[in-house]
């Protein structure tokens, strides 16, 4: 069965549980795990892959969660198993019925039935959005934070949070296709919640060997972010050091480069870095583009610069259009992203790039530099890579 079922040691031995288990399986739970079961929660839910009708169960330890699929006359024996040897408790539901059972102290199976009461053609049309971070994953940034309680649940405050963590991933996730092993650098990582969470997210749930260096000015935040790191067990893996974006030369083999809320030039010096080392990667959320605000001559773009909140706005427009096609003219397949702030700020941009060949596309670049001496400003990155 072991080998059935995630190919994984939690589950071993055979069943002696005389359960009947229902027939058209929509969804269920297994809770109250056993006393030396790694397995703390489990999730089975019915889906469709590649238009097959599956049943998934998902397991989640401590640090990790397990998925995979089954079809309806394999569930019987996984659920069976899962009694045996993981969990006290399981809730499943079908369309008409919900079925509870517990294992007593004694090992006597106690069962219950009764009539369902959710309308599941109400529930599966409106669908809640999938995340990557489920509820009933223990994530320790998570907890940490205050988003997730010890058991995995999602603080109700903190939900809109949730959402825009699982937006991050799943830009990433979209973007990172068959990597077995990736280097990365968190530019400007500040407190880190968001690092550790990518960490998790990418070590524990993807299975990628994946090494984060996170860089920021502060001190006595780098100082913190190590202690967590080594207290969750990740110090091999998930190191920060202290110092400016500018002047890190620490690495020259990174295959990802993010930035969130660098502030102004940093995120060009970011960008620069990300670009000089052919990372194949780069997540950046730009943040307080003010290096062309102050450059802007009110005759110029009349329209805009005779208005503050219009020219600030333009500004950063401006200087993220540069910055993509940039970055475009080098090789790297962009997009600009819609993307919410992490503090709950109005809307912001994501720029994600993708290395895709070498060669210089000489259009991009006329048009870079057409609108520099339009409008006679300068902007770091193009100063940075045009102007060595």
């Not at 020259?252 to 809320?261: A, G, N, Q, S, Y």
């Not at 660098?262 to 730009?286: G, N, Q």
């Amino acid at each position: 069965m072991g080998s059935l079922y995630f190919d994984n040691p939690f589950l071993k031995g055979r069943y002696f549980m005389d359960i009947n288990i229902p027939n058209n399986i929509l969804k269920g739970s297994l809770s109250g795990p056993k006393k030396n079961s790694e397995i703390k929660k489990g999730k089975i839910s019915r889906i469709t892959n590649k238009g097959e009708n599956l049943i998934q169960v998902s397991l989640f330890t401590e640090k990790q969660a397990f998925h995979k699929n089954y079809k309806d006359e394999e569930i019987n024996n996984v659920i069976i198993d899962l009694l045996e040897n993981n969990f006290n408790n399981l809730e499943l539901f079908t369309k008409d019925f919900v079925y509870g059972y517990r294992i007593s102290s004694k090992g006597k199976v106690l069962s219950n039935k009764r009539k369902n009461e959710t309308n599941f053609a109400e529930l599966n049309h409106n669908k809640e959005k999938k995340y990557l971070l489920e509820e009933g994953m223990v994530v320790p940034a998570l907890v940490d934070l205050g988003v997730m309680t010890s058991e995995g649940k999602v603080v109700k405050a903190k939900y809109d949070k949730f959402k825009q963590i699982n937006r991050f991933l799943e830009i990433i996730n979209d973007s990172i296709k068959n990597e077995k092993k990736l280097k990365i650098i968190d530019f400007g990582c500040g407190k880190s919640y968001l690092t550790f969470v990518l960490y998790y997210y990418l070590h524990f749930v993807k299975n990628i060997d994946c090494e984060i260096i996170g860089l920021d000015l502060k001190e006595d935040v780098i100082k913190h972010c190590n202690e967590i790191s080594k207290k969750y067990g990740y110090d091999d893996k998930l190191i920060f050091y202290g110092g400016s974006i500018e002047d890190f030369k620490e690495r020259k083999d990174i295959d990802m480069i993010v930035t969130l809320h660098a502030c102004d030039t940093a995120t060009d010096y970011a960008l620069h870095y990300a670009i000089e080392m052919k990372c194949r990667y780069i997540f950046s959320v730009p943040c307080c583009q003010k290096e062309i605000n102050m450059q802007l001559d009110s005759k110029n773009e009349h329209l805009f610069n005779k208005f503050g909140i219009l020219k600030e706005r333009y500004s950063a427009l401006l200087t993220d259009a540069l910055r993509a096609n940039i970055l475009q003219y080098y090789g790297y397949k962009t997009q600009v992203l819609e993307f919410v702030d992490f503090d709950a700020s109005p809307k912001n941009l994501l720029i994600r790039a993708i290395l895709t060949n070498n060669t210089f596309n000489e259009k991009v670049k006329e048009e870079i530099d057409e609108i520099i001496k339009r409008l006679g400003i300068t902007q770091t990155l193009y100063k940075l890579q045009f102007e060595k």
